[in-house]
């Protein structure tokens, strides 16, 4: 099967060729992702109406470069899969009303997907992949959540972020010591040479907090503000310690939740995914913590982590197998929560 995936959930107009056998796994044909970064840098963060604007001027040229670059056509796919939610609501508009008219034009089936859905797809794109049931620690810029995935359509959600996305958390504390936008990755760089011991920064909720496998960010970001307000922006050595410190808070806290998640649902392999899945040190600690408890993990690619419309493709190739078509009046659902 030949699925198209089209993503414009949030600040990536991305469009992708799936091609799908017997199995679970797919393969990828084509991958074309246009960042907006460039567009909402200046702003420090993702401006909606900027966002919606830019899609609109980028779907046609990325859809067509994806077709072009799997060589085929519209009229040789077995479906188009496309973002419903959750996300902006301008943004998925675009996704979703391109969709159903390429849909509709080439009389080809349409399904919607939910973004985080795609996430925990995209690992059956990678070249090594789990068979379920597996624990998905989905982790970017605007999700932490971890699920249970038994099959392809069938998740049960153990745990979420009270507040911030951890993506977030990273993005607003590099915000706070004047690095730029997206953050998350210069402050993995700066760790690398910093003491994660230097700053004892809070774990969010408590071990023995009711939410067992809950996340809570917003009282480490107050923490990380609160040693700036008293010891000003540091720089050189004291920035890669607050920098190593922090991310050991964040990575320390995802960790410790995803593999006690894990134990508690029997799951023998976790899987990580989402932007913040490239960082440096959560891949080292869940490596360490998962080899301690016998528990695989797989981390896909970096290209599979961040969004993508592969993961959308592969994710409503699975949903069209299983017979699944999108109703005539598919409308964009932000608030979606798998
Ligand atoms: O999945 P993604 O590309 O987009 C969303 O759906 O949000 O994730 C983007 C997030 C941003 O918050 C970015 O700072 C974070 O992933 N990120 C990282 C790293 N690379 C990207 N966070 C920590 N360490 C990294 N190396
Ligand atoms: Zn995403």
Not at 225 to 235: A, D, F, K, Q
Request: glycine residues 10%.
């Amino acid at each position: 099967m030949r699925v198209l995936g089209l993503e414009t959930s949030c600040d990536e107009t991305a469009a992708a060729v799936v091609e799908t056998g017997e199995g679970l796994r797919g393969s990828v044909l084509s991958d074309v992702v246009h960042t907006q970064k460039d567009v909402h840098e200046k702003w420090g963060g993702v401006v909606p109406e900027l966002a919606s604007r830019d899609h609109l001027q980028r779907v046609l040229p990325v859809l067509d470069e994806a077709l072009r670059k799997a060589g085929c056509e519209l009229r040789g796919l077995d479906g188009i899969s496309v973002t419903r939610g959750p996300g902006l609501v301008g943004a998925l508009l675009v996704g979703v009303q391109v969709a159903k008219s390429l849909a509709a034009a080439a009389r080809i089936p349409l399904v919607g997907v939910n973004h985080i859905e795609g996430h925990l797809m995209a690992v059956l794109l990678s070249e090594r992949a789990p068979a379920p049931p597996w624990l998905g620690l989905v982790v970017s810029g605007g999700h932490t959540s971890l699920y249970e995935v038994r099959a392809p359509g069938e998740y049960r959600a153990l745990g979420h972020t009270l507040d911030d996305a951890a993506g977030e958390a990273f993005d607003k504390v590099a915000k706070l010591l004047g690095l730029p936008y997206p953050g998350g990755a210069h402050i993995d760089q700066l760790a690398r040479s910093g003491n994660p011991e230097e700053i004892d920064f809070p774990r969010g909720l408590s071990r023995r907090s009711r939410a067992a496998f809950d996340f809570s960010f917003s009282g480490l970001k107050t923490a990380v503000l609160t040693h700036v307000r008293e010891h000003g922006v540091p720089s050189g050595r004291s920035l890669a310690d607050l920098c190593a410190s922090f991310q050991e808070a964040v990575c320390d806290a995802l960790t410790l939740r995803a593999v006690r998640a894990a134990r508690h649902a029997r799951l023998p392999a976790l899987v990580i995914c989402g932007g913040v899945a490239a960082n440096s040190r959560l891949r080292q600690l869940a490596a360490e913590r998962c080899a301690a408890e016998g528990i695989s993990l797989f981390l896909p690619e970096p290209r599979l982590c961040t969004d993508n419309g592969a993961m959308i493709a592969i994710a409503g190739a699975h949903r069209l197998r299983r017979g699944e078509r999108a109703d005539p009046a598919m409308s964009a659902e932000p608030g979606w929560r798998l």
